[in-house]
């Protein structure tokens, strides 16, 4: 069974809940996933991590090349994404929605994080004028979830 596999099986016991929090793990990965609430179709997630020692010594080219095919695949979300900042020090590169969602209230936006010390990671983000940006829930159909979690391993895999 894939990580996307058992973690969409956790799911499926989680009906109904609220304040979900699932662990699932296959060989040195893991996936953390937490939501506000899960229904029959679609979870409102605060975090999804995928965590794994594989990334602990890979080098800045490597990371940014991962990061580029992540977000090739990554094209199901409510906006494209795409890799906005390289922290050469740190070797990790952040990608957001590129262009984001915007109305009168501000804008929201996914935040992708690919680092070597060894985790790809989730949010969604708002942002109103003259005010600092706060983690908000992302709701996302039980599919697209799954398919999240293998293009993570997939970008693990890729390194």
Do not use: W
């Not at 499926?12 to 893991?30: C, P």
Request: hydrophobic letters at 35%.
């Amino acid at each position: 069974m894939t990580l996307a596999q058992k973690l969409l099986a956790g799911l499926q016991t989680s009906l109904g809940q609220t304040s979900v929090a699932l662990t699932v793990d296959e060989g040195a990965r893991e996936v953390n996933c937490k939501a506000l609430q899960c229904e029959q179709l679609a979870v409102t997630v605060t975090d999804l991590t995928l965590e794994t020692s594989e990334l602990a010594g890979i080098d800045l080219p490597r990371i940014q090349a991962a990061s580029q095919a992540l977000c090739s695949r990554v094209n199901y979300l409510l906006e494209p994404i795409s890799p906005i900042e390289t922290d050469a020090q740190g070797c990790t590169v952040q990608m957001r929605s590129n262009p984001p969602q915007q109305d009168d209230n501000g804008c929201r936006y996914y935040e992708l994080l690919l680092r070597r010390g060894g985790s790809v990671a989730l949010h969604r983000y708002e942002k109103q004028p003259g005010k600092a940006r706060v983690r908000v829930p992302a709701v996302l159909t039980h599919e697209v979830l799954g398919r999240l979690v293998d293009d993570f391993s997939q970008a693990v895999d890729g390194i």
